[in-house]
Structure formats: C-alpha cells, structure tokens
C-alpha cells in the first residue's frame, strides 16, 4: 500500500495554501520532527470532531506524525 499511499499525498507547498498565515508553524513542525518540506509529504484524514494531517516521509511512506493543521478546504 506504501506506493498508493505516496501516489495520493500533496506535497507540504498544498497544506501552506490550504492554511494561510501558517507556513511558519508547518515549518516549525517539519523541523521539530527533523523534516524539510523537500522529503515530506502528507495525506488528510477524516476523524469524527476534527480532519487531521498526516505527514508522511516521501520517499519510504512512513508516518511521521499526525499534524495539527487542517488537509483540506
């Protein structure tokens, strides 16, 4: 599934137009967790109260972490 996974991620450049005014916090969230922008990319995930962010290492399809900014519009 690791492929699927990676075939329907966008990369982090679509998380930072999809939540204006925090490019600063996604940056400081990559970095926190040792990522860049360049090796991360991140899938949506529809939770019951709240979406969620997925981040995902881009070329293994690891998760790195659930992220606290919105997936979508």
């Known amino acids: 599934m690791t492929a699927e996974i990676l075939q329907g991620a ?3 450049a679509t998380l930072q ?3 204006p005014g925090k490019a600063a916090l996604i ?3 990559l970095v926190s967790h040792g990522r860049t ?3 991360t990319v991140f899938q949506g ?3 019951r109260s709240e979406d969620l962010t997925v981040m ?3 070329k293994t399809g690891d998760v790195i972490g659930i ?3 919105k997936p979508w519009e």
Do not use: G, M, Q, T
């Open 27 to 29: 940056r400081a969230w």
């Open 17 to 19: 137009k999809v939540n």
């Open 67 to 69: 992220a606290p900014f």
């Open 45 to 47: 995930l529809k939770a």
């Open 56 to 58: 995902i290492d881009k």
């Open 10 to 12: 966008s990369p982090v």
């Open 37 to 39: 922008e360049a090796d």
